[in-house]
């Protein structure tokens, strides 16, 4: 059975940061590529990053850039996504998703990606 299950949601102050973790089973996350998406309630789901099944490539949406970071670890199975620099309008819902393939480059749109997490909270206070 295919899965992803997200942790490391939390509640943080403005300016801290959260390590979220999505642990693959079912597959190897070698062969997809992996996303991190939020949803923040009343609003759209957005992507917010992504790494390619490779690793050599990674995308980022502007309002995080420079402050996400998204990484693999092939061994463990697992996609991180550092925040750092938290803000309040980062509350939301993450959820990681994966696509098989896409070696060499990523998007950040929904359609792309057919298997989903459960999510995990984030919550940043002012």
């Known amino acids: 059975q295919l899965q992803l299950v997200e942790s490391g949601g939390g509640l943080v102050q403005s300016g801290g940061s959260l390590r979220l973790s999505c642990a693959a089973s079912?597959?190897?996350?070698?062969?997809?590529?992996i996303a991190w998406f939020r949803q923040a309630p009343g609003k759209e789901r957005e992507g917010v990053s992504c790494?390619?099944?490779?690793?050599?490539?990674?995308n980022y949406a502007q309002s995080v850039k420079g402050r996400f970071t998204i990484s693999k670890d092939n061994a463990k199975n697992t996609v991180y996504l550092q925040m750092n620099s938290l803000i309040p309008t980062d509350t939301a819902v993450y959820y990681c998703?994966?696509?098989?393939?896409?070696?060499?480059?990523?998007?950040?749109?929904?359609?792309?990606?057919?298997?989903w997490g459960q999510g995990t909270q984030v919550t940043v206070s002012s």
């Open positions: 790494i390619t099944s490779s690793g050599s490539s990674t």
């Open positions: 079912g597959l190897k996350v070698d062969y997809y590529a």
């Open positions: 998703a994966a696509d098989w393939g896409r070696s060499n480059y990523c998007g950040l749109s929904k359609s792309d990606f057919g298997l």
